[in-house]
């Protein structure tokens, strides 16, 4: 099955810097990337998502890039703000005939923004 | 409003003594799936359902049973929970599997004594 992996498993960054978080996965088969913001205490929510038909995706401080060769995807913060402290979850799935599309999550990255 | 709802958010039990939390959404989704989080180790599928009296095992289904006898709610039930079932919980629904965005609930803290 699919294997998501996720690092570091925590990240710093200076307020007003960028923050990537990389993440990895194993099953070339895996079309779809959705990544996941939950703050303390809260449920996961999408932030973005991306296809595998295309390589980049942005909206407003937040991309998403996609390395199909490499089987690796990233989450890129621009301009950090301290409400972007948050554990940011990534996840990969398929939808390809007789492929098991179940969304497969990595363990997770805590980002803390210091103001 | 667009929601997953889950009862309880919190509960306190014992050892062998059975539970269900309640998951229920409004969208009219197709899927739901039930997960638990714990520290280091992510979110990790327990059961999943992908439409009515359609259920089937996720990642780590041992000790746990669901049911889905209408489109909107999906129980998870812990027949005898222990210990190691102490976790936070959550359900979730989507129009389909895989490659739609999943709206999750607000979580079910689970202490287990």
């Known amino acids: 099955g699919e294997n998501v992996e996720q690092h570091p498993s925590t990240l710093s960054v200076q307020e007003g810097d960028s923050a990537v978080i990389k993440c990895t996965y194993s099953?070339?088969?895996?079309?779809?990337f959705p990544w996941y913001k939950q703050e303390l205490g809260k449920r996961p929510q999408l932030i973005i998502d991306?296809?595998?038909?295309?390589g980049e995706k942005k909206d407003q401080r937040i991309a998403v890039t996609l390395n199909k060769t490499a089987k690796h995807f990233s989450l890129h913060i621009t301009e950090t703000q301290p409400e972007d402290s948050a554990v940011y979850f990534c996840a990969a799935s398929s939808n390809l005939p007789g492929a098991n599309s179940k969304l497969t999550f990595g363990k997770g990255i805590t980002l803390s923004v210091r103001p | 409003e667009a929601q997953v709802t889950q009862n309880p958010r919190y509960l306190i039990t014992v050892t062998g003594k059975k539970l269900t939390v309640t998951c229920s959404q409004n969208m009219n989704h197709e899927y739901m799936s039930w997960y638990r989080q714990d520290p280091g180790l992510g979110l990790r599928q327990i059961y999943y359902?992908?439409?009515?009296?359609?259920?089937d095992k996720g990642d780590v289904p041992e000790g746990y049973k669901v049911s889905r006898k209408e489109k909107r709610n999906f129980p998870l039930i812990l027949e005898s929970p222990s210990p190691n079932q102490t976790s936070l919980y959550f359900c979730?629904?989507?129009?389909?599997?895989?490659?739609?965005?999943?709206?999750f609930g607000d979580g079910t803290r689970l202490s287990i004594l």
């Open positions: 099953d070339s088969a895996s079309n779809y």
């Open positions: 991306i296809r595998s038909n295309v």
């Open positions: 979730a629904s989507s129009l389909g599997q895989g490659r739609q965005p999943q709206h």
């Open positions: 359902s992908m439409n009515v009296e359609v259920t």
